[in-house]
């Protein structure tokens, strides 16, 4: 294979890396187009970190290949480790030099001379937002400071590959959003973004094609239209004014609309997929059967809405659990 004529970054098949008897990335096949962030979604020990760090060179593949902008990961390492960077779950700068000393440093051991480093540190630290910090140890930055200067650190050189590995885990939505504008700014000056992440919206907001693995595997693959699309056309969200009705509502909406209903927290509140074989006219045909049957029931609606469903409806379709239920996996002890 080679991603240099199929214009990919990355293209793998059947990758493959046990740890014990446990195959951790179970023929994991990949295709990421170059110049896009693509989303690899999946719970703690899906395998996520696993495959990235066996396309960075960091890990080597007991089975399958990967090919990195033409360059296979095992045979080519070099060449691979030349055009790619990677920002791990846990930042890896030094927490006891300041944001300044952290990024001269390391400019100085990518090649740049004295004062090439110190102008490319000030240049990073303006546009992430962190020029009132730099003279400031790392260690009292914020959770988002601390992510904001370790992707700075990773693109010193603009990498043709960025890994992002998980680079908002446990970030305050503030400090999310700045992460997710970083990530947009990079991905607009031509650098390709492979990002996996537990967070259903993160995907959803950023990346423009989503790989959804599970226990080792690719389980799923495309757009996130085409994602939603494939467990239906629709869900079908509803409040009652009366929360004493929601047995009898669920089971009249369990039977006009053939789907599983699900009881939400709020006490008045229901969810179900429609199906209407992908087609959008369908879905709105059952949901205003669905509705004139709860009607005739004496079930009092307050508030309705007919949507495409959500990634996490996609990923509990797809999977029967939740991104945040760890599975047990090997990936953490990868990581």
Known sequence: MSTQTTGLAIETAGLVKTFGETRAVDGVDLAVPAGTVYGVLGPNGAGKTTTVKMLAT??????GEAHVFGHDVVREADAVRGRVSLTGQYASVDEDLTGTENLVLLARLLGHRKPAARERAAQL?????LTDAAGKQVKNY????????DIAASILNTPDLLFLDEPTTGLDPRSRNQVWDIVRAVVAQGTTVLLTTQYLDEADQLASRIAVIDQGRVIAEGTKGELKAS???????LRLRDPAQRPEAARILRLALDAEVQSEPDPVALTARVGGAGNGQGAAEQAGRALAELARGGITVDNFSLGQPSLDEVFLALTGHDTHEAEGGQDEVAA
């Open 58 to 63: 960091l890990l080597r593949p007991d089975g």
């Open 142 to 149: 914020s959770g988002g400071m601390r992510r904001r200067i």
């Open 231 to 237: 467990v239906g056309a629709g869900t079908v969200h």
């Open 125 to 129: 630290l303006e546009a992430f937002g």
